[in-house]
């Protein structure tokens, strides 16, 4: 059964939609339990899903239902601690990247994910959190994807503040940074306006009212507690006091060499020619380049996106083995 284009995820049979898991995680807080929910059966090609936000939920990668089982991929969707279906304790220490990595970690061993199998995917924040997690942890990937996540957040809000806020109206853009600065963010204001002007533009490119359920239901569950500290109130950019303000991991890349597919997108908020750098710089590096994309071109580009990612995993070498760039 398909609901806007996508299976519906309740209707799938047991022996595609598996069974949900709340793994236990030890943080410096005590322990905690997180969701996973695993769909499909495949030995040596599992992928796990890091959502973005931070503090978003699995929801928006409902899409994958399409188009991942029939091509026998096995994925995990997964909720962060403090996310969606998981955990959400009240405590502001824990939504820090390290500790995300180390969550990470102790969900891939609960799950039986190791280098002979495991694909990680994270789109946005989630490409942050995958590239860190490769910097510490190749060891036990297969390969990796970076989806719609720039390797700098200095580079992102740069593209954010001299390419499209100025493609924004004038009028309509003074008003989104005045009510920023003013720290009225919660006003239904922002975020009709950031809907309108900036998320129809650059986060999913069609009408409000055309938007699948598991975007709204994606967009609707962000927990701020996660998200404002650690990216700022606005997706235009991240805010200087933001924890991930400085992040960057340019100079990084040639040290992840397991094969690893970056995805950008034209009309995305984080700059397409800079992910195709990216992949430049990777060792085992490929580019997927979504033209009618946005942030979320798993749904404004959707053949084009699954076309490429699937192509990239049912291509994978074996474990250890190595593959030309292309």
Not at 292 to 320: I, K, N
Request: charged share 25%; aromatic share 8%.
């Amino acid at each position: 059964m398909t609901i806007d284009g996508y299976l519906d995820y309740s209707a799938l049979p047991d022996r595609l939609s598996g069974g949900a898991r709340r793994i236990p995680v030890e943080t410096p807080s005590g322990r905690f339990e997180v969701w996973t929910k695993r769909v499909g059966n495949n030995p040596e090609l599992k992928v796990l899903l890091l959502h973005g936000g931070p503090g978003a939920t699995h929801e928006y990668f409902e899409a994958a239902d399409s188009y991942l089982p029939r091509a026998g991929v096995e994925y995990h969707y997964y909720d962060q601690l403090g996310s969606g279906r998981s955990d959400r304790p009240d405590d502001p220490s824990l939504w820090d990247l390290d500790r995300f990595v180390d969550e990470v970690d102790q969900v891939r061993r609960a799950l039986g994910l190791d280098r002979d199998n495991l694909v990680l995917l994270g789109h946005s924040w989630g490409g942050i959190l995958a590239i860190e997690y490769a910097l510490a942890h190749q060891d036990h990937l297969r390969a990796l994807v970076v989806s719609n996540m720039m390797a700098s957040a200095p580079a992102y809000t740069a593209y954010a503040e001299q390419v499209l806020m100025p493609a924004m109206d004038p009028d309509v853009l003074a008003r989104i940074l005045d009510l920023e600065r003013r720290g009225e963010t919660a006003d239904p204001l922002y975020m009709e306006l950031l809907v309108e002007h900036y998320y129809t533009e650059h986060t999913i490119r069609m009408p409000v009212a055309e938007w699948p359920d598991p975007v709204r239901r994606g967009l609707d569950n962000i927990n701020p507690d996660i998200y404002v500290p650690m990216q700022g109130p606005s997706e235009m950019g991240m805010s200087p006091e933001a924890s991930l303000a400085s992040w960057d991991r340019v100079d990084d890349l040639s040290r992840i060499t397991v094969p690893t597919l970056v995805i950008g997108a034209r009309h995305d908020t984080m700059d397409p020619a800079h992910m195709e750098m990216m992949a430049d710089r990777l060792p085992e590096g490929r580019y997927l380049y979504c033209p009618e994309g946005s942030h979320l071109a798993m749904y404004d580009d959707q053949e084009r996106y699954f076309a490429g990612l699937v192509d990239f995993l049912l291509t994978l070498p074996p474990p250890g083995g190595r593959r030309r760039k292309r």
